[in-house]
């Protein structure tokens, strides 16, 4: 193990031990590296500190230069919410398309797939899956991120995934405990609030997650939602009656305890992050995340401070810190003998391309047969994903649809993306039609609600510049949740009325009945559904 600086308490110590830090760059910067040298333990990355596979192995090697046993974490779901390809999108379908397979094997493949690409980049925890039950269809921040609305299927796959990403020797961090799905508030703007009894919770909400603690997922994550009839005074980050109470005493959960961002509005602008962070602690998180915005070494000063401050005041237990920084600790040295034992692991499990090809097609997936993903990056050379991405499809063609015979016109109704999307990372069907059809042409085009950070445009407005685009070439009409949007769902209208040849491809959680000539919902707006969908509009 790393031998820490001379000079630096074990109160301190232990203080930094649990922060879980971001930084700027792609390189590490030279306070990172100090805060390491003197007890930091945790480092989170994020989609500005990734330009390429060799890239991230330079820098995960140069954070264990300075600690051997660092914990380099990552948010990386997959499908939408993407770090590793957030350049490109992800080669990999997320959890709604998974769901809508219903494949446990698939899905367990897919996380040992993910997990040995980030074990071959030096990332050993990621703060996924995201084990949220979608119970409420205007969600704006799960949706796809979520396996789907029913609690079993959820459950299933949440286990089925902590078990293909952790034999991969990369610890599973399972999120947003106790549940984020039946929420109409994103976090990240303000605090939200699930009224529902507790019998509800238990039998929905918790079910998932009591699947990934028997799973043996070394990871869960809190959110920073109100939930009443577990707590009516605190959120769940910040409560002892769900963190302790709840988590760790009643579902016998002994792993670590990662908050949610500490940045988020949820707690950033009701206790602030010092009082926020210790309030974790106290409550019985391990660890503290905290990056995303808050990215430089004065945020990590003033959040040691603060611990140190709430230990010698009595407001915080010295020995609930301790405790918290061993937690760490043990889950360094699980990542450090689980990686030693992936690969053997991984060589038995990988997936058979020839197999998984033939169970698309026998499971009645829109199979091509070609071999491989063979997008940028990190795609390159698997086809998992791939075939996850062709089985999820929804197909539904009306009998006047007639196979698109010439380049079309891709009309992309574009909503605001949530932040844990990211407005940064590529989606949409365009670029592989493109690709198939050479001569393809494509317009983005806003509107909006009133909420959400939209501009309040309706879709009378964006319909006609759309037709005005296509001039005369076939429309593909690429909506993305038009369930939540009324503009979206006015504009698709408009568009269907003056050219019912239309197609439409749905790539958030599909709720209105299908509609177009050729309807093709993908559950999820990765770059690899949008191949998928290309390669059945292409009549490839």
């Known amino acids: 193990m790393t031998t820490l600086a001379s000079g630096t308490d074990t109160l301190t110590r232990d203080a930094l031990t649990v922060l879980q830090p971001g930084f700027t760059g792609t390189s590490a910067p030279d306070w990172l590296l ?44 997959g499908g939408d919410v993407t770090r590793l390809e957030v350049r490109t999108g992800s080669s990999f379908p997320g959890n709604h398309a998974l769901g809508a397979v219903d494949d446990v094997a698939l899905t367990r493949q897919v996380a040992l797939e993910l997990g040995r690409r980030l074990a071959e980049c030096g990332v050993n925890l990621n703060w996924a899956p995201s084990a949220d039950v979608n119970s409420n269809p205007g969600n704006p921040v799960i949706g796809v991120r979520s396996f789907g609305a029913d609690t079993d299927l959820v459950a299933r796959h949440t286990a089925a995934y902590v078990t293909g990403l952790q034999a991969a020797g990369v610890a599973a961090c399972t999120k947003h405990f106790p549940g984020h799905g039946d929420t109409a ?13 507790g019998s509800v919770l238990h039998a929905r909400e918790l079910a998932p997650f009591r699947a990934a603690i028997a799973a043996g997922s070394r990871a869960v994550m809190s959110a920073h939602i109100l939930v009443p009839a577990l707590d009516p005074d605190r959120p769940a980050t910040l409560s002892r009656r769900i963190l302790t109470g709840l988590l760790r005493e009643e579902l016998g959960y002994q792993g670590l305890i990662v908050t949610d961002g500490m940045e988020m509005r949820a707690i950033a602008g009701t206790y602030g992050i010092e009082r926020g962070s210790v309030l974790a602690i106290a409550a019985g998180a391990d660890a503290i995340c905290v990056g995303g915005g808050l990215a430089d070494d004065e945020t990590v000063r003033r959040l040691r401070d603060a611990l140190v401050s709430a230990v010698r005041s009595g407001e915080l237990a010295e020995e ?66 791939l075939v996850a991405a062709r089985r999820a499809l929804t197909v539904t063609c009306s ?60 879709g009378e407005d964006t319909a006609p510049a759309a037709l005005t685009a296509a001039g005369d070439r076939r429309i593909v009409a690429v909506v993305r949740d038009e369930h939540r949007h009324a503009w979206m769902a006015s504009a698709l209208d408009t568009l269907l009325a003056a050219r019912p040849d239309t197609i439409v491809v749905e790539m958030g959680v599909p709720q209105a ?13 990765a770059r690899v559904c949008g191949r998928a969908a290309a390669e059945i509009i292409a009549g490839h």
């Open 34 to 77: 100090r805060r390491l040298g003197e007890g930091l333990a945790s480092v989170g990355l994020f989609g500005r500190n990734i330009d390429s596979p060799a890239q991230l192995g330079r820098l995960t090697a140069q954070l264990r230069a300075e600690r051997d046993d660092v914990l380099v974490a990552i948010d990386e779901e």
């Open 185 to 197: 508030v994103d976090s990240h703007h303000a605090l939200p609030r699930i009224d529902v009894d």
């Open 320 to 385: 609930r810190l301790a405790d918290a920084a061993e937690r760490v600790r043990a889950l360094a040295r699980w990542t450090a003998s689980a990686s030693a034992q992936a690969s053997a692991s991984v060589a038995a499990s990988a997936p058979d391309a020839a197999s998984a090809s033939a169970s698309a097609s026998a499971s009645g997936g829109a199979s091509t047969g070609m071999a491989a993903d063979t997008g940028p990056g990190f795609g390159a050379g698997h086809d998992i994903g």
């Open 399 to 458: 009998e006047a649809y007639e196979p698109v015979g010439e380049p079309p016109f891709v009309a992309v109704l574009t909503p605001v993306a949530n932040i844990a999307v990211g407005d940064e990372t590529p989606w949409g069907v365009a670029a592989e039609l493109a690709r198939l059809l050479p001569g393809t042409e494509t317009g983005s085009f806003a509107g909006g609600d009133g909420g959400d950070g939209e501009d309040g445009r309706n």
């Open 513 to 525: 009945t299908p509609r177009g000539a050729l309807h093709i919902a993908t559950h999820g707006a």
